[in-house]
């Protein structure tokens, strides 16, 4: 059942793009066979072929080195780079944000997500009345918070593990200062604390004086 719903998400996606983008350009020829797991190139090649069929600003919220398909070969941060400008703007002009990670499209994984990204890329970029550049610092303001939130987290669980190796060091050195009190008990059959010689001494009187009764009754 859940995979049928999922097949049904897919499709309804895959069936907009094609009443929503393919309108807009030639190439890519938009397939359901792509579409239903959409490799990164094709991804791009669809993002390329917006901008150019618009009047989205590309260079504004991509690099000129974005803009070209073989930067992303066999780089895999580049790609996530790329998506994540993409997600950023897409997202900044929806009160639901579509969810769909980075890493999860560079996989290959929750395809119905990307196609929904592509077509929210799509109806933008098409809107002439939209203030495309505003959108665009604000995308990237909240890309900027996110990455520094998450430097923040990385700080903080680093510091966390720091702690924990601290205190492990000051227990493991509590632990063997406890053993060398305990080994400051008797050196050799002697002690080296005064309270503690007194009360060794005091008990091996004791066990000499009871040998001596136990003689004396014994013979």
Do not use: W, Y
């Not at 509590?174 to 002697?190: I, L, P």
């Amino acid at each position: 059942m859940a995979s049928n719903a999922t097949d049904n998400v897919l499709n309804s996606a895959i069936d907009e793009a094609m009443r929503v983008l393919q309108p807009m350009f030639a190439r890519p020829k938009l397939r359901s066979r792509l579409l239903s797991k959409p490799p990164f190139r094709f991804i791009h090649d669809i993002a390329m072929a917006i901008i150019q069929a618009t009047k989205f600003p590309a260079s504004i919220l991509f690099t000129d080195v974005e803009l070209e398909s073989s930067t992303f070969k066999n780089n895999k941060e580049a790609k996530i780079a790329f998506l994540e400008k993409l997600i950023a703007f897409v997202n900044a002009s929806r009160e639901m944000p579509i969810e769909v990670e980075s890493r999860h499209i560079v996989a290959g994984a929750k395809p119905a997500s990307t196609v929904k990204l592509l077509i929210a890329f799509g109806e933008l970029a098409a809107q002439d009345d939209m203030d495309h550049s505003s959108l665009i610092q604000l995308a990237t303001r909240s890309e900027n918070i996110v990455k520094e939130e998450a430097k923040i987290d990385d700080t903080k669980s680093e510091e966390t593990r720091d702690d924990f190796a601290e205190s492990k060091v000051s227990a493991d050195d509590n632990d063997e200062e406890t053993k060398d009190n305990d080994r400051a008990v008797t050196v050799g059959g002697e002690c080296n604390s005064n309270s503690e010689c007194s009360m060794v001494h005091s008990i091996d009187r004791i066990i000499q004086c009871a040998s001596i009764i136990e003689s004396l009754f014994t013979e």
